[in-house]
């Protein structure tokens, strides 16, 4: 998978305006942790995650997706006519239909020619909106377009607390279960692709290369369980040990397939943006995958895991704070729940 034509022109990211810490968190928990003997600092001792963010109760992802998509528009300085594609990419959506993206579409007034679609591929479907949109401009079906999404993590984290606290007889075993629902934060990115010819940029998107591992798709599994819970907010359930061991070697798989498509060797690679889960992760990923880890850019302390928003969010900021330099050659290393993985390669060329 490679591309000719195709230009990274911008990132965006909205940060939510309300920080919860860790401890806040196990200080609603401690009659959990008391019963089962427990000691508080281990959300952040074992994650890494000392605070996450959420948005204002109430707010819809496609509000908040409308402004974070007029951001990279307005930074991109295409003419929104040019605009062809409008993929909304997270798994937050505003409700089952119609597509969030038409709400994002109408705000930030593209044109009615433009192709408008939600993509869902739990922490991977932004990514995976600019493939296909890469895809479409490299084929000469658009010239431009934006991918765009919110997580809003605020009701998985509230009400696993509340399931926790109210479940008389939950075990560690359950609390182990429920764990990585505890690190879900907030965000929002966006990024704007084109084709070369209306690039101001040169920030080429080389391409990549995907894979899955299916097999491991019953690891992490969330939704709407109403009758089990007594609401409607979503709960998550995730085999974070086995998740963990299982996506790091698909991630090694695929960076293999990555590098054999770009022509790439490690030493090519000057900076990464990864999918932010914790401190484990980040740690034996780039073991395994035989990187530096002074090359990544890591939000997960503040941010927690934010979804499909959390690459490019870290993109977003690691561009707007000097991490990414002129010349550089930029690994997008993206991996969600599947289990599956795409990695893009970018050629940056504007300080």
């Known amino acids: 998978m490679r591309y000719q034509h195709v230009c990274v022109e911008a990132f965006s990211y909205t940060l939510p305006p309300n920080i919860v810490t860790s401890d806040e968190i196990e200080s609603q928990l401690a009659p959990v942790y008391e019963r089962l003997g427990l000691s508080a600092g281990r959300l952040e001792l074992m994650t890494g995650i000392r605070e996450r963010r959420f948005f204002d109760r109430g707010i819809f992802p496609s509000h908040v997706s409308s402004q974070t998509a007029e951001k990279a528009i307005e930074a991109s300085q295409i003419d929104r006519s040019k605009l062809g594609v409008l993929i909304h990419g997270s798994v937050c959506r505003d409700r089952l239909e119609p597509a969030t993206a038409s ?26 909106g600019m493939l296909m949109l890469a895809n479409m401009i490299e084929l000469g079906q658009v010239k431009a377009g934006v991918v765009v999404g919110t997580e809003d993590g605020r009701n998985l984290v509230e009400g696993t607390i509340e399931s926790m606290l109210r479940n008389e007889s939950v ?20 990024v704007v692709l084109c084709d070369s010819t209306l690039s101001r940029t040169g ?84 073991e395994k995958l035989g990187l530096n880890p002074k090359i990544d850019f890591p939000t997960v302390e503040f941010l927690g895991n934010v979804g499909a928003a959390a690459l490019p969010m870290a993109a977003a900021m690691g561009i707007e704070q000097g991490h990414v330099r002129t010349g550089n050659k930029i690994a997008l290393l993206g991996i969600g729940s599947g289990l599956n993985a795409l990695m893009l390669g970018i050629e940056w060329q504007t300080a």
């Not at 990585?180 to 965000?187: F, P, Y």
């Not at 998550?236 to 070697?249: F, N, R, Y």
Request: net charge positive; glycine share 10%; with cysteine.
């Open 103 to 128: 709400s994002v579409h109408h705000s930030v007034g593209l044109p009615t020619s433009a192709l408008v679609l939600d993509v869902s591929n739990a922490c991977l479907g932004l990514l995976n």
């Open 171 to 190: 075990t560690r075993q359950d609390m182990k279960l429920d764990f990585a629902s505890l690190t879900i934060g907030s965000g929002s990115a966006a």
């Open 203 to 286: 920030n080429r998107l080389l391409g990549g290369a995907f894979q899955a591992k299916t097999d491991s798709h019953g690891l992490c599994e969330g939704g709407v369980e109403a009758k089990k819970h007594g609401d409607d907010r979503p709960r998550m359930q995730t085999d974070s040990e086995a998740m963990l061991h299982a996506g790091i070697g698909l991630a090694v798989s695929t960076w293999k397939k990555t590098k054999q498509v770009l022509h790439w060797q490690n030493s090519n690679v000057d900076k990464t943006f990864t999918h932010q889960v914790g401190k484990a992760h980040r740690k034996l990923l780039y």
